[in-house]
């Protein structure tokens, strides 16, 4: 969950070059492995009790483990020392031991977050893919001839890079160079833009569901935005995977090649319709802050196999991380959203199909309603805190705080069917209105 506003927008592009960098990137990869080892023998175990407990019949049993938490040294004594011992016999610029640093402690960081979780395992991380990070300070971009330096060697060995002809080079050459990442054929180059905040009065509540987003907007109302073809396109390509991995030990090569092709179009079809929704968001909604939920889907999976299907057919994060490149999101607590009654805050009965009744109220209104609008008043509060609250004037008088069309007290019940439905238009660059 982000604990501040973004300030800027970072897209990424791939280019090919054909330079000779297997020296270096083997260089790169072991002083970023031996920059690991360091950091992982001086990481401090401490020790904790941890209780869990499970259910027989109507009672629970508890018990209690220790459980081992790393404290991963990150102060500024160890850090110089370890930039010191990594500097010597280095044969290339200095900036890339920061780098290497930069790249352990990412990794150890990752990794400490999943082994917290019980995804990963009390075992050092092993790096096996060689790349080389380039920091902005080893770059130098040249905006009028689209050409980009990079140091190697300081005052004997560059790398030049030269993006004029690129199809991107129109869109990104005002923007300032980011960190670059080299490979053995190709590099991926880095650019941002900051990004204004002064435009984003509005904030739409986004309910992620099976086959729609439904969008609570303060102007427009209540949006679906139709999801079902996505739904579709995954359900197609399944069916025919499956089929191929029922027949696979018949004849394991040619199988073999019909699952990798069509996995490839599955990814691809998706990829394409991911990317095109986003853009349609971004700019339907330009001057709005998106705010989402912060799913799991791993709390959502129970005994129903066909809901598991059609739960690992949905894209909710892969949508969000790719509207996080256009647009700015946000995330809430995504519990009791469709549950709690918008107008007086008490806990809901569910009804028949989309229903939720409120016996405090006496009112009842649609589920995914519900949901949306709830996530529209989360994402408010966390709005006002990350923008630092309400701020009073010298003269002593109240400000109001609230945003342009934030609800004062009131919910504008709607009808049962959203006002408005959307679905993304795959030949065009807007959405269509049903």
């Known amino acids: ?18 330079y000779d960098l297997n020296n270096f990137l083997i260089d790169f990869l072991n002083i970023s492995q031996k920059a690991v080892d360091i950091i992982w023998n001086n990481i401090h175990w401490k020790e904790k009790v941890v209780k869990h407990q499970y259910k027989i019949g109507n009672n629970y049993k508890y018990y209690s483990t220790v459980r081992l938490i790393p404290e991963i040294p990150k102060d500024k004594d160890f850090k110089r020392v370890l930039r010191r011992r990594l500097l010597n016999g280095w044969n290339y610029a200095s900036h890339y031991i920061d780098a290497a640093i930069k790249v352990a402690y990412s990794t150890i960081d990752s990794w400490k977050s999943n082994y917290l979780k019980g995804l990963r395992k009390r075992t050092k991380v092993i790096f096996k893919r060689p790349f080389i990070r380039v920091k902005t300070t080893l770059i130098k971009y040249n905006k009028e001839k689209g050409e980009i330096k990079i140091t190697i060697k300081p005052r004997k ?28 054929n190709s590099a991926y180059l880095t650019f941002k833009q900051s ?15 099976l086959k729609s987003l439904d969008i609570y907007h ?107 490149y256009k647009s700015i999101v946000l995330y809430v607590n995504p519990h009791y959203t469709s549950k709690t009654c918008p107008v007086c805050g008490s806990k809901m009965e569910s009804q028949e199909g989309q229903v939720v009744y409120c016996p405090n109220c006496k009112k009842s209104f ?51 069917n959203p006002d408005v439905v959307y679905t993304v238009n795959l030949n065009g660059k807007y959405f269509k209105c049903l």
């Open 366 to 416: 649609n589920r995914q309603l519900v949901g949306s609008f709830n996530i529209f008043k989360r994402g408010i509060k966390l709005v006002k805190k990350l923008k630092g609250g309400v701020g009073v004037p010298v003269s002593g008088a109240e400000v109001d705080d609230m945003f342009p069309d934030e609800p004062r007290g009131e919910l504008k019940l709607m009808t049962p």
């Open 195 to 209: 990004l204004d905040h002064s435009n984003r009065e509005i904030i739409v509540g986004v309910d992620s569901n």
């Open 218 to 324: 303060p102007i427009e109302g209540w949006i679906k935005v139709d999801l079902s073809e996505l739904h579709r396109i995954k359900e197609v390509y399944d069916i025919i995977i499956d089929k191929l991995k029922s027949i696979y030990k018949k004849s394991p090569k040619r199988i073999g090649r019909l699952l990798k092709k069509y996995l490839n179009r599955r990814k691809n079809r998706v990829k394409d319709f991911i990317n095109k929704l986003t853009t349609q968001l971004s700019r339907l909604f330009h001057s709005a802050i998106f705010i989402f939920e912060d799913l799991n889907k791993f709390n959502m999976y129970d005994k129903n196999s066909k809901f598991h299907r059609e739960l690992d057919r949905t894209n909710w994060m892969r949508i969000v991380r790719q509207l996080e």
């Open 157 to 184: 060995e560059y790398l030049i890079l030269n993006i004029k002809d690129e199809w991107f080079f129109d869109k990104v050459k005002d923007w300032e160079i980011g960190e670059i990442i080299l490979k053995e």
């Open 1 to 18: 969950m982000r604990k501040k506003l973004p300030n800027e927008i970072v897209l990424t592009y791939k280019i090919n070059h054909n």
